[in-house]
């Protein structure tokens, strides 16, 4: 309950900082874009992981409002890297809270204005949990959202409830393989499952990214895989956005 309480006075409190994940494409060898992730400087427990804070956000709905934090801030970073010349996108993962919102696109669009930033820079996460509840409502969002040019990503894919079919019944243009399978891929039988997906994937015209790259060899066998993009340790852990401009966008 005192989390919970710390939780609430976050925001107000500016305890919030979003990090970076640069995400590498394989065809071009460039940084395309970067994952937002959120993390929290609690005053006394220091650092607490978004995997503790996050389901608890989610639980309480605080996740609204410091979705829409997440959001505003990255879009505005975003907005001055390329300013400054990098071409690069911004990903944000979606609670499902946040777009069962029902002014989840208007606020989309709002933000998207409001930082001057194209909507084809921005790709929208969501997870196969979020796409099977009001899913009629959530289609429409998702298509809306895909009309005014924002990207839209299906994350962590192969955990939870995950179908083949909603690669093909989802309104989504882009897959990430959950770091589960990327962990295992030397596995024969995790490798062929990954390889029908991005068979799938591909032959709908979606692009699929590799999650929880750590190792160059992985590397080899996900290219040959037809998976175009990844995202990992292996390129960096997440880091805060002064980090990122000094490891990745000063050499662009
Ligand atoms: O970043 P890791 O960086 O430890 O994140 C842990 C979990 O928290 C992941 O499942 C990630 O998707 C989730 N997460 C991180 N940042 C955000 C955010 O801004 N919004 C939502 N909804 N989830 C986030
Ligand atoms: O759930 P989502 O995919 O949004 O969150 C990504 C999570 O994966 C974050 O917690 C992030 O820190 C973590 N992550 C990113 N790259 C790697 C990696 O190479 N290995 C592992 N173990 N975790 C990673
Ligand atoms: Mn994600
Ligand atoms: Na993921």
């Known amino acids: 309950?005192?989390?919970?309480?710390?939780?609430?006075?976050?925001?107000?409190?500016?305890?919030?900082?979003?990090?970076?994940?640069?995400?590498?494409?394989?065809?071009?060898?460039?940084?395309?874009?970067?994952?937002?992730?959120?993390?929290?400087?609690?005053?006394?427990?220091?650092?607490?992981?978004?995997?503790d804070f996050i389901p608890l956000a989610e639980e309480t709905g605080l996740i609204v409002p410091i979705g829409e934090w997440v959001l505003r801030e990255s879009c505005k970073q975003t907005k001055k890297w390329r300013n400054q010349g990098h071409d690069i996108s911004?990903?944000?993962?979606?609670?499902?809270?946040?777009?069962?919102?029902n002014h989840i696109v208007e606020l989309v669009k709002e933000i998207l204005i409001e930082n001057q930033l194209d909507p084809q820079y921005l790709t929208l996460e969501i997870t196969e949990s979020l796409a099977i509840t009001n899913l009629t409502d959530t289609l429409n969002k998702l298509k809306k959202l895909q009309e005014i040019g924002v990207t839209i990503a299906l994350d962590d894919f192969g955990t939870g409830y995950s179908s083949l079919s909603y690669l093909s019944t989802l309104p989504i243009n882009f897959v990430k393989i959950d770091k589960s399978f990327i962990n295992d891929i030397c596995d024969k039988t995790k490798r062929e499952i990954v390889k029908s997906v991005s068979r799938i994937a591909s032959s709908r015209g979606l692009t699929v990214v590799a999650e929880g790259v750590e190792e160059e060899e992985q590397i080899y066998i996900i290219q040959s895989l037809g998976i175009g993009m990844i995202q990992g340790y292996y390129l960096s852990k997440p880091v805060p956005s002064k980090e990122m401009e000094k490891k990745f966008l000063e050499k662009l």
């Open 90 to 101: 911004i990903s944000v993962n979606l609670s499902n809270q946040q777009l069962i919102s």
């Open 1 to 51: 309950l005192s989390l919970e309480n710390d939780l609430r006075k976050a925001l107000v409190k500016e305890e919030f900082e979003v990090y970076y994940q640069p995400q590498l494409d394989l065809n071009t060898n460039r940084i395309v874009s970067v994952e937002a992730l959120l993390r929290w400087h609690h005053p006394e427990k220091g650092f607490v992981s978004p995997a």
